[in-house]
């Protein structure tokens, strides 16, 4: 009976772990890492985010979402950030090292990176 019992517990559990990991996860890493960037990125507030985002539309001919410009550029600025040897926590490196939501043509890259990084 308690073996059953056992194989039941696992049953439930082992699935239900697999869950939160692939699916849960993800958006608990994003949620934290994003309220640490958002004032390492945007030190001007709001404005800035605002003036980022349609430059970002005005580049890629607003194919794309306000939340997954953001993404993006969340990502490749803080990869220059980390890329500075400036300790950032778990939560947003792991969410700098995942793949962004969306991805760019050559051209709209160059003019991403010419617009907006100057890692150096």
Sequence with gaps: MDDITLLFVFAV???FGYFISRRKMPLIVRS?????????VFP????????IVNTFHDITNHRFKDEEVLDYYFKMKGLC?????????FWVKNYLLSPSLIKLNYFEQLRFFETFLRCS
């Design 32 to 40: 934290k890492a994003v309220e640490i960037l958002e004032d390492i």
């Design 44 to 51: 001007k507030g709001h404005q800035q985010k605002q003036e």
């Design 13 to 15: 559990i082992i699935p």
């Design 81 to 89: 950030i980390l890329g500075r040897n400036c300790h950032l926590n």
